[in-house]
Structures are given as structure tokens and as C-alpha cells.
């Protein structure tokens, strides 16, 4: 039986930026509920919430310090109740956050297990009398000194999200109660946070090399991480149908995600894997180098033929820490629509799972941060204490953050030309990307050219086109420096996808297409059949014909 989610799109919503329905400048569960319809026109069949939980908001939410409530910044459980109520009356369904590799330091779990080196709950996490040298994901070391017991705490992202003890069973125990909880509530499943970060090397010996995800040999795709997810799913999947589980997963391989999503091995159903956005960098994040087209081919069509007969892909170009991918694979000056517009086309008929994070429909671009004051993200904030306390030039530091930090995905959606894109009627958290006034749902919807509609027809393609969600995948052209050409078959249908990732006029060598059928493009159609493939700035194709 072929699984549900195999021609399902997922739509990322990240709960801070969404719709604000009480004017504190921060989004709500009421102000999703408020524009449900819009994502039922967008088509999608599932939608991911960013955290909603109790937090002290050090990583937005990503420091949880209740599992089984909402912040009221979001709402009550009541909304929560009814949000999910109204998701399901539109056929939709709709997946929670699950960021168990660490808990808030203001979690009643952590408040006990710091009490005293006695506390029953003190094994729930990582304490030693002497740090390691790992790192933190969020700059400095991994490790934080609690002076009331002398010890220091494992923390691989913030100092305020102290990282679970996965060795405990009674940890994992917890964890599988809360999961099923949510479950029992009607939630259709979990996207979940680094959770091939969960096991770690009980030693904790120190890492080789230096700098960020310094000791990450140690942890990630650790040595319990498949009995893990094993007894996670049996514990709370096992029975349930119609569920989606999609683990984030920095740092997985091929090989690891074939074992990870094997439905035979009863893990997750598909994993987020980071290869295709680290390419245009050099030693870190924050070293942003041009995108190779042929490095991207290379290594997307090896997780195509990885995952062609066992497992199976997610697809992403955004997400709410990644840059808006118009700006940085595509253009977003002259031809942003329809670089935007092939951005999706290719990403989206890929054999695999599609994500749509918020207003990348809109083909929304990464925001004119001017000056450190206009940021809010941890990860950014200590990159630049770090790196300016190490005498990088503040300015230097600055141009790395507007390129890659991951404010660019947190500015509010741009749901109208007005002051603040009808994302509020207060001030917001973070400030509006001034080009809402031209990019934005209101416009989108009235303009049948619009990168929304572009994103409707894709899905509907996929939703009426077995080829799309379930055909074979073969690479074309892998050497072309500006041309990203596949093709898809299945049951006597074959399409060709084509993208011209450059501001110029390209002609793809293809033989045998002449003639067929354009199912879906970028540009208008052309009144005089153009010489073979021939491909204009950021054009898109997509061409079907039938079995030869
Ligand atoms: O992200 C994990 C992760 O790998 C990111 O930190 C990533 O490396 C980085 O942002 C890329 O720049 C997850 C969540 O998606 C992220 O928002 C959280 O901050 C992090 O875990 C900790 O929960």
C-alpha cells in the first residue's frame, strides 16, 4: 500500500511570523485559523507548526519548558483544539514540532535535575565535574557550569536548552507518553528537531578539529540513534495509520537515511538531510560562497538514485533557518518571479515529498537588515559577539549575517501592501520586509501569474499525475554549469523538467521532445515553436509525452 504522504505537500508555518490576531506583534494560533482558506486554495495537505509550546523564547520556541501546553503568546489548548478541528474539516492535516534532543533550562525536569547531584532527575541529562571540548551550534563551548553543584551541563545549541539524557529510559519513557498524548489529541504527527543528535558516545570523549559542531562525531547518527527511533516508533506509531514523521537531520548520509527511512526498519518516514544548503559555503555558514549548479545536480540526484528503492525524500529549499531561496540560488531583482517560479517547479518534481515554507509562494526574499540592532536570532547574535570579539570588522560580520542568517525566514508573512503587511495591527516582532508593498497574498491571489498559482498548479500536478509522486528519476545534462534538466516515468509517462538557473538564453541538448506536450511553464507561450530546447532567463519547462 503506497503511503499517504508520498503525493502530499507539507506547508511549513512558522507561528512568530504567520498572523497576528491580537496586535502584540507576534503570530498566534487564532491568526492561522484566520487564514486556513488561503492555504486550502494553495492546495496543500499538510501543515508543519513551528514550536507553540511554553518557552522562554531563547531559540523561538525551540526551548521548550512545558510539552503539554501553549504559550499564551500562541493561544490556549482550547485554540490549539480548535485550530486542529478546523484543519481537519479541510481535509488538511497537521504535524507538530517535536524538540526533545534538548528541554528549556526552565523546565521543571531541569529545575529538579539541577537541585543537587542526588536528584532522582539528575541523570535526565549530561552532567560531568570537567567540560569536553565540544561546541555549541550557537558559538562558545557546549558546556555551562550550574555553580550551586559544581558540575557542568551539556548544551549543543543554547546554554538554555540543556540537552536530554536519551541513555535514560525513563527519559525516553516521557517522551513517548507526551508523544502519544499529543497524538491521542488528533495531531497527524511530528516533523522532529535534530533527532539523530539524541544518542551520544556515554564517554563523551573529546572531538577532533576545531570550531563549530566541534565534537558532532560523537553524537550525530550516534550509536543507539536506530534502536532509538525503533522503540519511539513501536512505543507510540505502532497501530496508528495515516501518521507523518519527518526527522531533521544535520550531518545524515545516504546510506544512514536508506536505514533511517526504510519502512521496513520502523524508524521515520522521511528525514531533512542539510547536503544541498551547505554548498555555497566555504569553512562555515557564515563563509557564503556562489552555488556550483553542477555540486547542487550532483548532490540532489544522489539522493534521488539513494532513495529511489528504499526510503524516501523529503524536499526543501526553505525553511525558518535557511535564507529565502530566490535570493540566494535564484534572483530576486528583475526576474524574482520567475526565478521563483522555477525554483519550485524543479524542487517540487523531484520523486520525494515537497515543503512549502510560508511565502516562499509568494516567492518572498531575504530583508534589508541595515545594522546588528535589526537581528533577533541567538544564532546570528552570538556568531557576531563572537566574531567581532575575535577581531572580524563588525561590518564583514554583518554582510554574512544578511546573506545567511536566519532572520531572512522570520520576517513576517506579507499578507498585504499595508503598514505592516496585514500581519498586524500592533508593532512586530520583526520588522516587515518593505517590499511587501509589491510581494504579498493579497496581490498574488488577484494575479493568475502569480508565484501562488505557480505553486497551485505544481501541486495539483502532483496530486493528479501519479509520475510526479510516485515515477523513476533520471539526471540529464549533470555537467551543464546553468541548466538543471530531469526527467520522471512511470506506467508509459515521461516528463522533462527543465530550468535555466541563469539571466542568459540557453539551449538544452535533448533529443526527442519536439512536439510534446507543455504541461506547465514560467513564460508565456511562445507564438513561433522556439529551435529545440532553446530556454530563456529562469525559464522553466515541464513536458510530457508518452513511452517510446
Ligand atoms: O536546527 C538544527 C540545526 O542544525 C540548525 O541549528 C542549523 O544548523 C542552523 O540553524 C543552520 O544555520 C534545529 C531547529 O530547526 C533550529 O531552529 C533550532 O535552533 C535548533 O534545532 C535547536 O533546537
Known amino acids: 500500500m503506497r503511503a499517504w504522504w508520498k503525493a502530499a505537500v507539507v506547508y511549513q508555518v512558522y507561528p512568530r511570523s504567520f498572523a497576528d490576531s491580537d496586535g502584540d506583534g ?6 492561522i485559523a484566520g487564514r486556513l482558506d488561503y492555504l486550502a486554495r494553495l492546495g496543500v495537505d499538510v ?9 522562554p523564547q531563547d531559540d523561538a520556541g525551540y526551548d521548550i519548558s512545558d510539552y503539554q501546553d501553549i504559550d499564551p503568546t500562541f493561544g490556549t489548548l482550547a485554540d490549539f483544539d480548535a485550530l486542529l478541528a478546523a484543519v481537519h474539516e479541510r481535509g488538511m492535516k497537521l504535524v507538530l514540532d517535536l524538540v526533545v534532543n534538548h528541554t528549556s533550562d526552565e523546565h521543571p525536569w531541569f529545575a529538579q535535575s539541577r537541585s543537587s547531584r542526588s536528584d532522582p532527575k539528575r541523570d535526565w541529562y549530561w552532567w560531568r565535574p570537567r567540560p569536553n571540548n565540544w561546541r555549541s551550534a550557537f558559538s562558545g563551548s557546549a558546556w555551562e557550569l550550574d555553580e550551586a553543584t559544581g558540575e557542568h551541563y551539556l548544551h549543543l545549541f543554547s ?26 489529541r488528533g495531531v497527524d504527527g511530528f516533523r ?63 546510506e544512514e537515511a536508506r536505514r533511517f527511512t526504510d519502512p521496513a526498519r520502523g524508524e521515520v518516514d522521511m528525514v531533512f538531510q542539510f547536503e544541498h544548503v551547505q554548498l555555497d559555503q566555504g569553512a562555515s555558514k557564515w563563509d557564503p560562497r556562489p552555488l556550483d549548479l553542477r555540486e547542487l545536480k550532483a548532490s540532489l540526484g544522489r539522493w534521488q538514485a539513494g532513495l529511489a528503492d528504499t526510503g524516501w525524500n523529503s524536499l526543501y529549499w526553505n525553511n525558518h533557518d535557511q535564507p529565502r ?16 517560479k522555477l525554483l519550485g517547479t ?36 552570538n556568531h557576531y559577539a563572537e566574531a567581532v570579539a575575535a577581531g572580524s570588522a563588525p561590518e564583514e560580520v554583518l554582510a554574512a549575517l544578511r546573506a545567511r542568517g536566519r532572520d531572512n525566514a522570520r520576517t513576517p508573512m506579507q499578507w498585504d501592501a499595508s503598514e505592516h503587511a496585514g500581519f498586524t495591527t500592533g508593532t512586530p516582532w520583526l520588522a516587515v520586509d518593505p517590499n511587501h508593498v509589491e510581494i504579498n497574498a493579497r496581490a498574488a491571489l488577484a494575479d493568475p501569474d502569480s ?10 500536478l502532483r496530486h493528479t499525475l501519479p509520475v510526479v509522486a510516485h515515477g523513476d528519476f533520471t ?73 517510446r
Do not use: C
Open 26 to 31: 507576534i503570530g498566534d494560533l487564532a491568526g
Open 346 to 381: 524543479i524542487l517540487h518534481l523531484h520523486r520525494g515529498t515537497p515543503y512549502v515554507y510560508q511565502g516562499e509562494e509568494l516567492g518572498m526574499t531575504n530583508a534589508p537588515f541595515a545594522a546588528i540592532e535589526d537581528f533577533r536570532d541567538i544564532e546570528s547574535l
Open 451 to 460: 508565484v501562488f498559482h505557480h505553486y497551485r498548479r505544481l501541486i495539483e
Open 325 to 340: 531561496v530566490v535570493s540566494r540560488f535564484g534572483d530576486d531583482g528583475e526576474h524574482r518571479v520567475r526565478a521563483a
Open 159 to 184: 546554554r538554555k536548552q540543556p540537552d536530554l539524557n536519551w541513555e535514560n529510559p525513563e527519559v525516553r519513557a516521557a517522551i513517548h507518553a507526551m508523544m502519544r498524548w499529543w497524538l491521542d
Open 192 to 254: 522532529m528537531d535534530v533527532v539523530n543528535f539524541l544518542s551520544k558516545d556515554p564517554a563523551l570523549p573529546d572531538g577532533s578539529g576545531a570550531g563549530a559542531w566541534t565534537g558532532a562525531e560523537h553524537y550525530v547518527n550516534g550509536p543507539r540513534i536506530h534502536e532509538f527511533l525503533h522503540e519511539m516508533h513501536r512505543e507510540v506509531f505502532e497501530g496508528r495509520a495515516e501518521t507523518l514523521t519527518v526527522g531533521e537531520m544535520p550531518g545524515v548520509t545516504v
Open 47 to 55: 501543515l508543519w507548526l513551528s514550536p507553540v509550546y511554553p518557552s
Open 475 to 547: 539526471m540529464l545534462l549533470a555537467e551543464h554549469d546553468r541548466i538543471y534538466a530531469f526527467t520522471r516515468g512511470h506506467e508509459g509517462v515521461e516528463l522533462l523538467v527543465l530550468g535555466n538557473f541563469s539571466g542568459g538564453t540557453v539551449t538544452a541538448e535533448i533529443p526527442g521532445w519536439e512536439g510534446a506536450e507543455l504541461l506547465l511553464g514560467n513564460y508565456a507561450q511562445r507564438s513561433e515553436p522556439a529551435a529545440g530546447l532553446e530556454l530563456r532567463p529562469w525559464e522553466a519547462r515541464v513536458l510530457r509525452r508518452l513511452h
